[in-house]
Each structure stands twice: as C-alpha cells, then as structure tokens.
C-alpha cells in the first residue's frame, strides 16, 4: 500500500515568493494534517482537516499559510508571500477517523527560503 | 492548554547501555499518550501508544507507563543499539469528543546519538 507522498522533497524560493507544497494522504484516511518541524519547535500543526473540512488551522499561521484540501486524496499547502524564518521540513500525515488513530507521515518537504 | 515536555537532547550513548527519555504532560482531559520514532529522512512514524492510565506500552524493547498521577509517560530500553539512532517525539491526544479527537501534541522531540 502507498504511504503519504509529499513533493516536492526540496524546495527554494526567495523571499517573497508564493510556493505551494503537495500531499496524497493514504487511500481510505479521512483525516489530514500538516505540521512544521524545527529543530527548536519541534512539530507544530498548521492545519487539521477531517472529510475535507478544515477543523483547526494552526492559530499563529493563519496569515500567510493556507492549506486546502479540494478532495480526498490530495492536499495543498500555500505559503505567500514566504520569509526566511519559514525554512523548516513541512510534514504532511494522515489517518483513520475513529479515536486516537495513528498518524502516518510523508517524508516531508525541506523549505529554504534566502 | 495542553503541552508536552521531554528530555532535551542530544542523548549520546553507547551500545549495550541503558536509556531513559523523561515525557511529562499537562492536560485537563484525559488523553492517550504516545511515542513516535524519526530516523534522518523519514517522517515519524508511531513507536507505540497507550490509552489507558496505568498500563504499560512497549515495541522493539522500548516500553513506557501511562503513569497518572505523575503525568508522565517516560520511555525506557534497557540496551540500546546504533540502529536505534533518531528523533523520539512524546505525543498526546486530548480526549475531546467531537472534531479533536485525533490531533496530536508533540512534544520538541530528543535526539538519540547511539555509538558502537
């Protein structure tokens, strides 16, 4: 069975610019999460959506972070304008909906941002 | 709110030693705790979990109990191995019925640097 895909796996972009990071969660998983990690923060959610409804969208990344999901095997996330503070591995996972159901991750995209 | 701390890294051991991550927790519900393991390029993936106060969850030698009163969940082996060389993140899930009930809290995670 396919795991969650993520591409792309590296991406660079100038301050400024508008990037766009994608992910197929598992086949069948209807909820959905993106998370930041750093080394500082370790992970942090930025969006939770269950059945395409977004149900929590991370507070502090609100303003120039939108995830979307327009169906159920594929999701977006649109970073603009970006900031050198955004560098960090942007995970994507998935899971079952019932109670506590384990998250699969994607293996993540790098971000640069100069 | 709710929030997770654990041992900050990073850990250096040698093989065939013992290690301890220290997990503590603060929530007003009542969670399911968890660890997940990072090898380098790959994203975490679950280690174990345990939904109930005072039992006990284990994979691949590590074990950790869900002690209540304590709100702590600290993770143990008692030899480790290079192959066991990565990031391990104490997690909660908040037992809140309805839209929340799979979110995670992670903690920052501990490096483990296991040497031969």
């Known amino acids: 069975d396919a795991g969650v895909t993520q591409t792309p796996r590296h991406e660079v972009a100038e301050k400024g610019q508008t990037i766009i990071l994608k992910c197929e969660p598992v086949?069948?998983?209807?909820?959905l999460f993106w998370y930041r990690q750093t080394k500082i923060q370790g992970l942090e959610l930025l969006s939770y959506?269950?059945?395409?409804?977004?149900?929590?969208d991370g507070g502090a990344f609100k303003d120039r972070f939108k995830a979307e999901m327009l169906n159920s095997s594929f999701s977006t996330l649109k970073i603009q304008p970006t900031e050198p503070k955004d560098s960090a591995v942007y995970l994507c996972?998935?899971?079952?909906?019932?109670?506590?159901?384990?998250?699969?991750f994607g293996p993540g995209t790098r971000l640069t941002v100069l | 709110g709710d929030s997770v701390t654990q041992t900050e890294g990073p850990v250096t051991l040698s093989e065939g030693t013992s290690l301890t991550v220290n997990c503590s927790y603060e929530?007003?519900?009542?969670?399911?705790l968890f660890w997940y393991v990072q090898y380098p390029g790959e994203g975490p993936q679950l280690l174990f979990k345990?939904?109930?106060?005072?039992e006990k969850g284990s994979n691949r030698g590590f074990e950790a109990t869900y002690n209540k009163e304590a709100t702590s969940f600290h993770l143990q082996k008692a030899s480790v191995q290079e192959s066991d060389s990565a990031v391990y993140y104490c997690?909660?899930?908040?037992?809140?019925?309805?839209?929340?009930?799979?979110?995670?809290?992670f903690g920052t995670g501990t490096l483990l640097s296991v040497k031969p």
């Open positions: 996972a998935s899971s079952l909906t019932g109670v506590y159901a384990e998250q699969f």
């Open positions: 086949s069948g998983h209807n909820d």
């Open positions: 959506f269950r059945s395409k409804s977004l149900m929590e």
């Open positions: 929530t007003k519900q009542y969670p399911t």
């Open positions: 345990v939904p109930k106060a005072n």
């Open positions: 997690a909660l899930a908040p037992m809140n019925y309805g839209g929340s009930g799979n979110k995670l809290i």
